[in-house]
C-alpha cells in the first residue's frame, strides 16, 4: 500500500513541476492553454473513496493556485472535477469492467472507454476553469472555443501520458 501512495505522491509532483514549469508558459494565440496537471486526477484508481479524490483534487488544484497566483481558481475546477468523476464512471462503466486496483487507463480500460472518459473529464475542468477566470459571459463563445481548444491540447498530452507512464507494467 505505501508503494501506491508513494507512486501516487510522485505523479503528483511531476503533474505539478510539468505544468508550472512548462505548460503554464505555453500560451498559443491566447486560445491554447494546456492544464496537463487534471490528468493526475483522471488516473486516480477507481476504487478510491470518493471523499479521497475530492482531497486529492482540492490539494492539486491549491498547489497550482499558489505557483500561479491565482488562489481558489484551479482548486475549484479540480475539486469540481473530482466531484463528477464518479458519476462520469458509473455512467460510461458497467461492473464487469472495473476490477479492483485497476487504473483507468487506455490500457486497462480500451480506446473508446477511455477516450470517452478523458473528454467528459477534461472538457469539465477546462470549461469550469476558465469561465471562473472571466467570471463573464460577455465573451461567452470567445471564452468556450478557448476552453475546448484547451481540452483538446490537453487531450493530446494525456494520450501522449498514457503511452509514457502508464504501459503494461503499471497494470
Same mark, same amino acid.
Given at each position: 500500500m505505501s508503494k501506491r501512495i508513494l507512486t501516487h505522491?510522485?505523479?503528483?509532483?511531476?503533474?505539478?513541476?510539468?505544468?508550472?514549469?512548462?505548460?503554464?508558459?505555453?500560451?498559443?494565440g491566447g486560445y491554447v492553454n494546456p492544464y496537463i496537471y487534471i490528468i493526475f486526477i483522471l488516473m486516480l484508481p477507481l476504487e478510491l473513496p470518493g471523499w479521497l479524490v475530492l482531497i486529492n483534487g482540492f490539494l492539486l488544484g491549491l498547489t497550482i493556485d499558489i505557483f500561479t497566483h491565482v488562489p481558489g481558481l484551479h482548486a475549484s475546477a479540480t475539486v469540481f472535477t473530482a466531484f463528477i468523476r464518479p458519476f462520469i464512471i458509473n455512467r460510461i462503466t458497467t461492473n464487469k469492467e =472495473?476490477?479492483?486496483?485497476?487504473?483507468?487507463? #487506455?490500457?486497462?480500460?480500451?480506446?473508446?472507454?477511455? @477516450?470517452?472518459? *478523458?473528454? %467528459?473529464?477534461?472538457?469539465?475542468?477546462? =470549461?469550469?476553469?476558465?469561465?471562473?477566470?472571466? #467570471?463573464?459571459?460577455?465573451?461567452?463563445?470567445?471564452? @468556450?472555443?478557448? *476552453?475546448? %481548444?484547451?481540452?483538446?491540447?490537453?487531450?493530446?498530452?494525456?494520450?501522449?501520458?498514457?503511452y509514457l507512464f502508464y504501459s503494461k507494467r503499471s497494470k
Open positions: 505522491v510522485l505523479q503528483s509532483i511531476l503533474f505539478i513541476a510539468a505544468q508550472v514549469l512548462i505548460f503554464n508558459h505555453i500560451n498559443l =472495473i476490477e479492483p486496483g485497476i487504473r483507468p487507463s #487506455l490500457l486497462n480500460m480500451g480506446q473508446r472507454w477511455f @477516450l470517452l472518459y *478523458a473528454i %467528459l473529464m477534461i472538457t469539465s475542468h477546462h =470549461i469550469i476553469l476558465f469561465f471562473l477566470e472571466v #467570471l463573464s459571459f460577455k465573451q461567452f463563445f470567445n471564452t @468556450l472555443s478557448q *476552453a475546448l %481548444l484547451s481540452s483538446l491540447t490537453t487531450l493530446v498530452l494525456a494520450y501522449i501520458s498514457q
